[in-house]
């Protein structure tokens, strides 16, 4: 699988990414404008919300990580820039990740350590409160998904999957459907719902499969250009994955018989050396002999 971002905003604006790719229209101008810096080398994650609002995280080419927020709620604000005693933001920005509900009066974000969520639905709400125990996790989210009319998904690292999705049949239908497969819920990598429109989604596999429905129809030619480079990014990355497997797994090499042999008559031939002394005009010589015959007997 490939790391990707799927964001709607309310304007009817998008932005999807994958490491090959880059899709987006009727984005923000402040944000068109951080697009096209030149001091930015790679963008880490997206998020679009109501009107102009939107959170980008970014590095530039000095391989420092930026964080830009605009419209966002306050309490978000101050939890993506808090810093420390040093002043250095104390976000981990690669692994920021940011889901917004309609008309930002609901939010989900964290950077993999950190969490941070105001106004969910109900029950989204309860099913994140029994996964903490004495203020730890005991299954972290894998990602949550915030739609309209409080519709929710929620997917686990241990793949429990909780959702209310009344208004998103198809995704409903979807994950029952997976509950039935033998991979399980553990197949889908990720889901997004677009929280301005019913029925509207991307869904990603891990196996790179794209499956899309009633996205706007100026948004449809940017999602199907993505299906490709998507799919081959995730085999590239799944082949690189083997690859590095296969480093770390591949065994060393028994050395041969002849190889052993010559090994063991070079070690012989060096403590011949270490036990010929030189002391008050005596000489003192052990000399070890062993025939080839002798080492083959005692290689075996």
């Known amino acids: 699988m490939c790391d990707t971002t799927f964001a709607f905003g309310q304007r009817g604006s998008h932005f999807f990414q994958c490491p090959s790719r880059r899709e987006q229209t009727r984005l923000p101008k402040k944000l068109t404008q951080f697009l096209k810096s ?10 679009l919300g109501f ?3 939107f959170l980008l995280t970014w590095r530039d080419h000095k391989d420092q990580d930026h964080i830009e927020a605009t419209g966002l709620p306050s309490e978000l604000v101050d939890f993506l820039y808090t810093r420390n005693a040093q002043r250095r933001l104390v976000r981990d920005i690669p692994n920021i990740r940011c889901t917004l509900g309609p008309y930002n009066s609901s939010y989900f974000a964290h950077d993999k350590s950190a969490y941070i969520w105001m106004s ?19 299954d972290r989210p894998r990602f949550v998904a915030l739609g309209a009319n409080n519709n ?30 033998q991979s399980g819920i553990s197949e889908i990598h990720n889901i997004v719902l677009h929280a301005y429109r019913f029925e509207s989604f991307v869904t990603q596999s891990r196996n790179g499969t794209l499956i899309y429905e009633n996205l706007p129809p100026h ?10 480079p998507i ?3 995730t085999q ?7 690859r590095e497997a296969g480093k770390r797994e591949l065994p060393q090499r028994k050395p041969s018989g002849l190889q052993q042999r010559a090994q063991l008559r070079k070690e012989w031939g060096e403590h011949n050396q270490e036990f010929s002394t030189q002391g008050k005009g005596l000489k003192l010589s052990l000399s070890l002999s062993v ?5 083959a007997r005692l290689l075996g």
């Open 291 to 295: 025939s080839m015959g002798g080492i």
């Open 120 to 138: 969910l639905p109900e029950g989204l709400l309860s099913a994140l409160q029994s996964r903490i125990k004495d203020g730890n996790w005991i």
């Open 219 to 228: 948004e449809l030619s940017g999602i199907q250009a993505m299906v490709s």
């Open 231 to 233: 799919l081959q990014d």
């Open 152 to 181: 929710f998904l929620l997917l686990t690292e241990k793949h429990a999957a909780l959702w209310e999705l009344n208004n998103y049949r198809t995704v409903s239908r979807l994950l029952e459907f997976s509950r039935t497969q």
């Open 236 to 242: 590239s990355a799944e082949r690189t994955i083997r």
């Open 51 to 53: 009107e102009d609002s």
């Open 38 to 47: 030149p001091q930015l080398k790679l963008i880490h994650h997206v998020a």
